[in-house]
């Protein structure tokens, strides 16, 4: 006779073949292999050169399906590159490692990659998983002409490709699909500025106090090893008064007038190199002499009210210096400039991230100093806030790339910055005299608010709204010669000088339209006599190097002491592509528009019809040797006032 199977046993195992039924069919449907889409515009990267990365993925819309009998050719090459520039490729730049970490913004289930090289026995290392702690690693070797298949099989968000200079492959493609969320995105508008906190100038201590006071920030010059020690590490000796300078006395003078210090705190050679010599670049504490510094520093000049002259100043040798009861409330530090260059003295993004983290807060505190001492400008001082580097160019990529180290490597996951800083100029190419040369435009035409510029002032809007972007360096020359690369010539009525003025102040309202929080022009002197230093940005300032103003000093000014109060509102049509109208107001009822001619060839536009809110109005022109322009009173007719609108803007005042 049959023994009969127990009803709780039958329907156990009912559950469980349906169970691994619905597994079954939830694995199938998960869903389709495929390319998935590396986008890279927002992938990141790293390397000792950050040049073409974005070809390995460039042809994932053309290329046909590997996986089939005959896929179609990549005939595109991928250069070799001077990885320590100094001007030959030789062994050492072909072995030199790159690395290029791709986020896929979400978790995909990643089949495989596929590899296309145009040379033989060329290997690529390929991790996934937790970044810089990677649980997936297999190395493959391709074939010349071929696509090579490396298997992965998980669910992974990161992938890190690692491969030798020399041996760079031609294209990547992914294929898999996706199963995770993607992050969430802010919607909330980042909140702008106003000109009282937006408006600045670059200069150094050597400038007079007036000649810095046209702008209401001003950004500071200041090579770290002026003040610090290195070759008497672990004793250095941190001092702010020297023989030829007091820092104490020339912040005192800008916190009287009320322009707000930016220190940026610069290292610029290897004898002013932050890292301890033999140090490893992509580690905090490879930093820990700066992120002394910078500590002591935040210590001085950053105002504490839990602190007293003789709880901080005195450590550091002298009292701080103040000819009122004011302390100097510096609130933002700079770290470093223009760091991102090729060579020995450039930092890739990872090390660019790590001295960044170690200068924030000592790598949240995990880096301290020989005697236990606190690094850090975090740790001196919380309501202290920090500003990454300027960088030359804007380099959305290379900062993205600041961005997921510092969150993927630093023990509280914070990006452990308050601003991302970048610098723009923008110039082209002319015919002149049968040569080639560079000319200054207008910023306008130089787009110097570049889709780049645009695309990384939406992604601080989407991922982190609370940090600032920053504009830190723009401007033009007024030496007239051809070999400066970078004029505001003269042309029309205009002189060289009302050119470079007036550009400027259209840049500053094209800063704050797009979103900038702080834009700052260089520079406030000239280096070099106006009329012979043809030196690329040698002339210009806003002073000659014999200390006469010129035209763009004052209309600078015109702008402090007019729009102070005024936030970046709206663009308006004006029905005339001749003729841009910027908004501005102050929350309180008052607007002011901007109205200008975005061209560079004396364009005009008489007895123009503006529409404006309010029943009276009143016209400020810019003008030499006016600190706030020239006033005067306008006609409101039928809600409009009527104005004569030329390449030099002018602004319009009402209630």
Known sequence: MKKKI???LLLILSIAVFLAFAVSCKEKSRGEIGIINVDYKEMTYVGNSLKDFSKLFDEQENAKDPRLDN???????????????????????????????????CVHYVDSIYVYYQGDGKSITVEAGTPFKYEFSKTSTGEKYKWTRIDIGGDYRYVNL????????????FYGYEVGERDEINTESHKSKPFSYFLGINGNIG??????????????????????NKSSYPNPGTHFIMDYWSYDRFYNEMTLAEVSVVPCLMYTSEADSPALEGSDRYSPASYVMYGEFVHQFARRYGFNPNTTDDDIYLEYGAKLYSESEDDINIKWIEIGNEPNGEGNNGYTPYQLAALTSCAYDGHNSTVKAPDGSGVGIKTANPDMKVAM?????????????????????????????????????CRKQISYNGYTVYTGVCPEIGNIVSDELKELIDYRNKYYPDIEIWLTE????????????????????????????????????MFAEAGIDRAAMYMCKDVGNEETSVGKYGTSGVVTSDGEYKDSYYYIYTLKNNMNDMYFAEVI???NEDVWIYRFENGEGKSCYAVWCPTMDDVRVDNFKLNIDGSNATLVEFRNEEKSGVSSSLEVSDGAVTVNVSECPILVFSD
């Open 6 to 8: 127990p009803c709780a």
């Open 71 to 105: 896929p179609g050719l990549v005939s595109e090459t991928v250069a070799v590159y001077d990885a320590d520039s100094d001007g030959d490729i030789d062994e050492d730049d072909l072995q030199a490692v790159y690395d290029v970490t791709v986020d896929l913004k």
């Open 162 to 173: 690692s491969f030798k200079n020399g041996q760079a492959p031609t294209e990547i493609l």
């Open 207 to 228: 400038d007079k106090y007036s000649e810095l006071w046209c702008a209401n920030y001003f950004r500071d010059y200041f090579t770290w090893t002026r003040a610090y």
């Open 389 to 425: 580097a300027g960088l030359a160019g804007i380099n959305k990529r290379y900062i993205e790339s600041m961005v997921f180290w510092l969150v993927n490597n630093r023990p509280d996951g914070t990006v452990g910055l308050d601003a991302f800083n970048v610098h723009n100029y």
């Open 474 to 509: 723009f401007g033009w020359d007024t030496n007239q010669s051809y070999e400066t690369e970078n004029s505001a010539h003269a042309y029309g009525p205009y002189t060289g000088r009302q050119v470079q003025a007036m550009w400027l102040v259209r840049a500053y309202f």
């Open 573 to 575: 049509d004006s029905g």
